[in-house]
């Protein structure tokens, strides 16, 4: 069986370093905001070219507290509008939802199943106050043009960078290219942890400075509340497991994009719809999806074959039965995009004979 992702067999070659961090950590005895904590924050910041890097507990935390970090500003307020892509993962809507905003949903491209930013201009009203992107599967979305419609309405943009980490164009790498950024660095990630974790990246000082201490209780002295905060820290000993493999990530990076090519090169069927890329390096292939109108045939047909497959995802936010009041709402490419989406085995240490497999089993279907 090919899986669609051994993480096991991805975090081998670390395992030494991963003991020597662990006894290290051990050894210093300081578990939260320790040295490996610090050590990646700087790290991370410089990876992206940002200013910036505040350690969190998850991706997902790190969106709830860019929104709350600009409440506190004053540039947010509670029912203010935030334009996010239709079909986004359901993540992302919690989050803007988890800060008393409101989500306007605003249909992708069909080829890049990014945000169309020809449809962003018609959504905002005088509430828009931030364009959310999601560099969904890697992808970096159309970031110049964004941030164009942004300077020209004045708006606020966010990054969901949770599955680009590296990814980069002629106008920035993914964590610079906005505002501000949330990372997650869940275990599958191109840049994962051994559990959960996650970061904002910015260039702006106070922004910056509001979030350290919102993820600290809204602390920045103990024992002194300055904000209604959370607990919302990364772990000491997942900082240093990331700080093993942030220096890897670029190699990682280029190996998916290996296999992507190939997978580009090779996959000739009509009945396949393969993904948008311009081989730039704006894509760092988190996944890699295909699409195909009979979509459980052809996953039950890859895994006869030995060949795992998933789905990212099977239903948009809109269509969920926590959102009744948008059920009745029509977003034609976003549900094309869930109806027919797979997602081939991406793993930057798939073997040249599983690619070639994977090709032909497809190529005979």
């Known amino acids: ?6 993480l096991q067999k991805i975090n081998q070659p670390y395992q030494t370093a991963f003991q020597e961090k662990l006894k290290s950590v051990l050894a210093n005895g300081w578990y939260i905001l320790g040295k490996e904590f610090v050590a990646f924050e700087v790290n991370f910041a410089d990876y992206c070219g940002a200013k910036y890097c505040i350690g ?18 004053g540039k947010l307020h509670k029912g203010d509008e935030i334009i996010v892509p ?22 992708p491209k069909l080829e890049t ?4 930013p020809d449809l962003i201009s018609e959504k905002i009203t005088s509430k828009t106050k931030v364009i959310l992107v999601v560099h969904l599967y890697g992808q970096l979305a159309e970031m110049e043009k964004i941030n164009l419609i942004a300077i020209q309405n004045n708006l606020i943009v966010v990054e969901d960078a949770a599955q680009a ?24 990630k191109n840049l994962g942890a051994l559990g959960d974790g996650g970061a904002v990246t ?21 024992y002194h509340t300055d904000y209604i905060g959370i607990n919302s820290r990364l772990d000491e000993l997942q900082a240093a497991f990331l700080n093993v493999k942030l220096p890897h990530l670029d190699a990682v990076n280029n190996a998916r994009k290996a296999i992507a090519k190939r997978y580009l090169v090779g996959i000739k069927n009509d009945k396949i719809i393969l993904p948008f890329w311009d081989l730039s390096d704006n894509h760092v292939f988190h996944l890699f999806v295909i699409r195909t109108e009979n979509r459980e045939e052809l996953q039950q047909y890859l895994l006869k074959n030995g060949i795992q497959t998933m789905i990212h995802y099977p239903i948009p936010p809109h269509n969920q039965k926590a959102f009744s009041n948008w059920n009745d709402l029509t977003f034609s ?4 995009i869930h109806d027919e989406i797979l997602s081939l085995p991406m793993s930057p240490l798939l073997i040249g004979e599983e690619v070639d497999f994977i090709i032909s089993i497809l190529n005979n279907y």
């Open 333 to 336: 490419v976003t549900e094309k």
């Open 202 to 222: 910015t260039n702006d000082s106070e922004l910056a400075q509001i979030i350290q201490s919102l993820r600290n209780y809204g602390s920045e002295k103990k």
């Open 86 to 107: 239709a079909n986004t993962y359901i993540a992302t809507i919690l989050a803007i939802l988890e800060a008393d905003l409101i989500p306007v949903l605003v249909e």
């Open 1 to 6: 069986m090919i899986k669609f992702l051994d």
């Open 165 to 188: 980490h590296g990814a980069i164009s002629d106008f920035g790498k993914s964590g610079n290219v906005s505002d501000a950024a949330a990372f997650s660095f869940y275990p599958g």
């Open 113 to 116: 199943y990014n945000i169309n």
């Open 56 to 73: 969190v507990g998850n991706g997902f935390d790190a969106l709830v507290l860019i929104f709350k970090g600009y409440i506190q500003l």
